[in-house]
């Protein structure tokens, strides 16, 4: 049997018009799912999903109606790729109300809500794989981003417990923790070169991740192979956890 193939599994990918999304959307194309890409901008996702072959829709996942959206345009969804933008940077001590709420619910119930209403049919299949992109920040909280360190933590633990929940059913949950990886955010939050020599000097592989080395380890994690890890959370951060 041939390993690692995904050939009549469909995929839905949430922030996949760029970055780590995009990654994870094209490693599972190129294993043989056919996948949905959605996000919020729609020349973005256009090219983005043309460029792999793709389907998109333009759905906000921060609402349950944007969810309604992506659910509906992808129809049947065997693989859940749950991943959006991170919230804003800010000291702890100036997050806003509006912020806790924006981050909760573009980062947490985006994750609950697509995961609640995909596993029901992944339970009646007995098959299927939720995976949450997270942050290093969960198991290291960064100064900068409270936020996200709180609300990733959160998903982190909901995915393990639904795992409890839905592992005798062929269902995994996992998150995918990515380090430092070269996107548009990572450009944004370090756009200074200096700044970025800092950083790279602290990480034992001396260097960003690439999108496709976070998006690899969300196409294996989709497949039958791993059929056993589950209620995981796998740090793509070139070591900067040791
Ligand atoms: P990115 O900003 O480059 O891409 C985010 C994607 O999500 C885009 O496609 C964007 O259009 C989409 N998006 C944003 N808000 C959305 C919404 N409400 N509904 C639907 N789509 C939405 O980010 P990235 O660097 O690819 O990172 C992906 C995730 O991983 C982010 O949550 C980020 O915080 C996290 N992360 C990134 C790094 C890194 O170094 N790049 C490190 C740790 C964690």
Redesign the pocket.
């Known amino acids: 049997m041939t390993l690692f193939r995904l050939e009549g599994k469909r995929a839905l990918v949430?922030?996949?018009?760029?970055?780590?999304?995009?990654a994870a959307a094209h490693d599972l194309m190129r294993l043989g799912a056919q996948v949905t890409l959605?996000?919020?901008?729609a020349d973005?996702?256009k090219t983005?999903a043309n460029a792999i072959g793709a389907r998109w829709v333009v759905?906000?996942?921060?609402t349950p109606e944007?969810i309604q959206t992506a659910l509906a345009a992808a129809g049947q969804v065997d693989i859940l790729v749950s991943?959006?933008?991170?919230?804003p940077p800010a000291l702890p001590s100036a997050v806003t109300e509006e912020a806790w709420l924006a981050g909760l619910n573009?980062?947490f119930l985006?994750t609950v809500r697509l995961a609640a209403a995909v596993l029901p049919g992944m339970r009646e299949r007995r098959w299927g794989r939720i995976i949450a992109?997270?942050?290093?920040?969960v198991g290291r909280p960064a100064l900068n981003l409270p936020v996200?360190n709180a609300m990733?933590a959160a998903v982190t633990n909901h995915l393990k417990t639904l795992a409890l929940e839905v592992a005798a059913d062929g269902v995994t949950c996992n998150t995918v923790?990515?380090?430092?990886?070269?996107?548009?955010?990572?450009r944004?939050?370090h756009a200074d070169p200096a700044d970025a020599e800092k950083l790279t000097a602290k990480i034992p592989a001396r260097r960003?991740?690439e999108?496709g080395e976070v998006g690899a380890a969300v196409a294996f994690l989709a497949t039958r192979e791993a059929a056993y890890i589950t209620g995981q959370e796998i740090l793509v951060d070139g070591g900067w956890s040791i």
Do not use: E, H, K, M
């Not at 759905?59 to 921060?62: L, M």
């Open positions: 949430t922030g996949g018009s760029r970055g780590i999304g995009l959605a996000a919020r901008g973005a996702l983005a759905a906000d996942v921060s944007g991943n959006a933008g991170g919230p573009t980062t985006s992109i997270t942050s290093l920040t996200s990733r923790a990515p380090g430092y990886t070269a996107t548009d955010r990572l944004a939050l960003f991740g999108p």
